[in-house]
């Protein structure tokens, strides 16, 4: 085969290519099909957020965080209230707690029916990615009776949330969880179990539990990968330690651990688990406010604060530092989506070009959280 | 139109000494390929508007209903959508190739009309050679998506061309391969000798007439599938991953060429397959008019023809789209084995039955009906299970 001369050749994917999910790019050195190496470069949807909020004030940062991840603004929202309240001992009613965990759950469904979706699409199969967003979009009509918005929700307050559940609001969402347990075994037998869909996702670019954690990787990538680690679960906030739910772990059943099967299936199963948890919440609600008091001219004491939210892209630190004037001195956000991009160099490595748009999709990487 | 032609050489048309033959002989191959054209480009182009509508059904959406009635002048629409574009040709490609590849690729679509035996009767050729015509002709398509990939100067043609050029060469020898259990049967390559050797029922059909053609059906498929770059083999043109492959810098009108050709060739690869296997235009004989017998075996013709271009909608309604090493793999380590086979088999199977064993023919028809029915329940089933309304009204 020595005689035979290949040449590597560069290939730029991106920002403006179908799959690359928003605005990503990707420097592919391939040899054919086969990729030697595809080098990320992030950077294109950076909007200076971070900064954003050093002039806006904590009440007024709340609708930019809605921009920091628009698939799922439920858990920025509650990720900036939460460092707030922190910081100032704010506490929030109890019913306040359970509205954030309803609208955060939802919205923890519609964000993993969009990745299951576009994973559907980015396989090659329109159907399931029409078929998800059918259903993602019965979710954004729910929430958009709640805080009027679809996609940038606005949602939280530091103190709790902005709007009540309307009235029959209730029954609707119950309604829509007993609609989407069947809708979900009929995704799973159209498109998960499908032959083609586990031989495209089984084996491809496994991760080990020890990559995984150096790597930084969060949330449904890192269970996938089989480390038993829910912010929900092991470090509890909000009201998370009242219910009761599993935290599904990637076994490799299709193929190898931590594989992009394994961290498909890992959006299915947490969908079940969030469907469990919303009920349980609706049932569980309690009658109050639900916004405390907090002043308008909101000033914290001079400190820090770091709090955790596991959003539907993991977990999601928020680091606040305060110097006790109306306007936060430095605000970081550390999402999953930045870490899982800076794995990709590394699982590209011998992948196919077909591989790389599967692994991208299989990761969840939205362009959004990567830069802010 | 004797008449005319007889007038028009009275009047020295042609010249003052014509040979009558000569002028009815081109009249006639003029006019059949203007019918031809007005036919097979129309007809591709409304195969658009079914598959767009089959498919937003799929999809749990409504699909184009604004022009006409319930959309179906849409394809007319997009026809003159695209016309009206501008036709851009980028700098750095080589030009004359860019132009030309398009054209090969209709090319490769019009020319085995010429040989589709719609009915007894109407057949442009019925050429002795007409099968191997109608699968050779249409390899052309690689030709014209090899040179439309290399001349548009981008890497994401040049893979989707390198790739289409992988399969549909792999493809061919499983398709290939495929055509002989029929030949080996009735030892003619004439498709309407093909069909003759068949009768209207359909265990009289080939592919009912043992074991090895029964698979050699689905092979001939599956494989016309990948052929003609469908769903689960559309790698030349994977929109996720190669943007648009070969078509990514054709725009305009050029654009449509390829897929009004890939359109156009899921109907000819149905009637290759409804040819050697579903008894092409066979018909009880109901009357003695030629007419109207020819009528209904056009009807039987296009009905099965159009039936199995809904299953190829289908499943582009329904799978996703297989990685290169495992299209490969398909073809070389399954289909091709399984197609010597098939080959083999049936000629032992000629040896020992020269004409046919109606026992096997009733119990491999028996088996179809046995597969349709348990598809059928199924579907039936999960259908039921999923609790979604169907919207079986066409008219939405």
Known sequence: MSAFHTEEMTLNMGPQHPSTHGVLRFVIKADGEVMREAIPDVGYLHRSIEKIAEKVGYHGFMPYTDRVDYVCAMFTNQGWAMACEKLANVTVPRRGEYCRVVAAEFNRLASHLLTVGLMGMDIGAMTPFLHALREREMINDLIEELCGARLTFNYMRIGGVAWDLPPGWREKALAYLDHLAPILDEFNSLFSYNKICIERLANVAPISAADAINYNLVGPNLRASGVNWDVRRDLPYSVYSELEFEVPLGAGEWGSQGDAMDRYMMRIREMVQSSRILRQALAQMPDGPVLGKVVRNFKPAAGECQVRVESARGDQGWYVVSDGTAFPQRVHVRTGSFAAMGMIQKLSRGLMIADLVVLIASLDVIAPEIDR | ?396
């Open chain 2, 1 to 396: 139109m004797q008449l005319w032609l007889d007038s028009l050489i009275a009047h020295g048309v042609f010249g003052p000494h014509p040979s009558h033959e000569w002028v009815y002989t081109i009249a006639i191959t003029i006019a059949c390929a203007l019918v031809l054209m007005l036919v097979a480009l129309p007809f591709a182009s409304i195969v658009t508007w079914v598959e767009r509508r089959v498919w937003a059904r799929i999809q749990s959406r409504i699909g184009p209903n604004r022009v006409g009635p319930n959309g179906f002048l849409q394809w007319l629409a997009d026809g003159v959508k695209h016309v009206c574009k501008e036709d851009l040709i980028p700098s750095e490609a080589d030009a004359r190739l860019f132009k030309l590849a398009p054209y090969l690729v209709v090319l490769a679509f019009i020319l085995p009309w010429a040989v589709m035996p719609f009915s007894s009767g109407l057949i442009l050729a019925d050429l002795n050679i007409g099968i191997l015509y109608i699968t050779a002709v249409p390899a052309l398509t690689v030709v014209g998506i090899l040179m439309g990939g290399w001349a548009s100067n981008n890497k994401w043609s040049l893979i989707g061309g390198i790739r289409s050029a992988a399969q549909i060469i792999s493809y061919e020898i499983p398709a290939g391969l495929s055509i002989f259990p029929i030949v080996l049967m009735t030892g003619t390559l004439s498709m309407q000798g093909i069909i003759r050797a068949q009768g209207w029922a359909p265990d009289r059909w080939f592919i009912f007439a043992n074991p090895f053609c029964f698979v050699a059906a689905f092979i001939m498929f599956i494989s016309s599938l990948a052929e003609n770059n469908r769903t689960p083999f559309d790698l030349p043109e994977a929109e996720s991953e190669l943007v648009a492959g070969f078509a990514t810098e054709y725009s305009s009108m050029r654009y449509l060429f390829f897929f009004m050709a890939e359109w156009g060739n899921m109907f000819i690869a149905a009637a290759i397959v409804v040819t050697l296997f579903l008894g092409g235009w066979q018909f009880p004989l109901l009357t003695r008019s030629a007419v109207v017998m020819n009528a209904l075996q056009f009807v039987a013709f296009m009905v099965k023809c159009l039936f199995l271009v809904l299953v190829s909608m289908w499943v582009r309604g329904t799978l996703p789209r297989v990685r290169i090493d495992q299209m490969m793999s398909l073809c070389w380590k399954y289909f091709v084995p399984i197609s010597f086979i098939n080959l083999i088999g049936t000629a032992v199977w000629v040896a020992i039955f020269p004409d046919g064993n109606a026992i096997v023919r009733w119990g491999m028809l028996a088996f179809g009906v046995a597969i349709a029915v348990l598809f059928a329940s199924r579907v039936i089933t999960f259908t039921r299970r999923s609790g979604m309304e169907l919207y079986l009204r066409p008219t939405i």
